[in-house]
């Protein structure tokens, strides 16, 4: 959905939408949409700056990092964005503290498609975990541990130490 900056209503724009993404299009390869993307997003004008504020909500199954099960991670993400025309960023010969919070727009056009997207991805935790606790799979056996003792015994060294033990052997 392409938005001409020029066409603006004086009062902005309200749209209330939902989007359908493919999962190639996020930065968690292993995703899955379980609903679609809701998206509200008020656009207004004020002088050059384009003022978008939104809230994006939608269900999604990641896999755990650790567990490798897939659970739900539901997105409930509102965010406020000011952009300006690319021409004011050329026209600039250095840009200024509050320029870095500020996006550019090419064209006099702006891609809401792409803006929502864009929220989406930076909603996603660095490493998907089911639970901050979880303990992950056992290395022996692989079962899952929050599942239940699986009664494997794990000896835990650290590599670092080897050779000093090599040297208490010899010793």
């Keep these: 959905m392409i938005i001409d900056i020029d066409k603006l209503p004086r009062d902005g724009l309200s749209l209330s939408r939902n989007f359908e993404f493919p999962s190639l299009d996020l930065v968690e390869e292993e995703a899955v949409f379980l609903r679609p993307v809701k998206a509200e997003i008020t656009i207004k004008r004020v002088g ?6 939104g809230r994006i909500t939608t269900t999604m199954s990641f896999v755990c990092g650790r567990c490798l099960t897939p659970y739900e991670f539901p997105v409930d993400s509102v965010f ?21 919070e500020r996006l550019f727009c090419r064209g006099r056009r702006l891609n809401v498609r792409e803006v929502v997207l864009e929220q989406l991805n930076l909603t ?4 998907p975990l089911c639970s901050s606790d979880c303990e992950g799979i056992c290395s022996v056996c692989g079962k899952v541990r929050r599942e239940g003792d699986c ?6 060294t650290d590599l670092r130490l080897d050779k000093l033990n090599a040297l208490k052997k010899d010793g």
């Design 151 to 156: 009664g494997c015994q794990v000896k835990e």
């Design 80 to 100: 406020d964005l000011v952009y300006l025309p690319e021409e004011a960023r050329e026209m600039k010969e250095e840009l200024g503290e509050d320029d870095l």
């Design 124 to 127: 996603f935790p660095p490493k």
């Design 48 to 53: 050059e700056d384009v003022w978008i504020k």
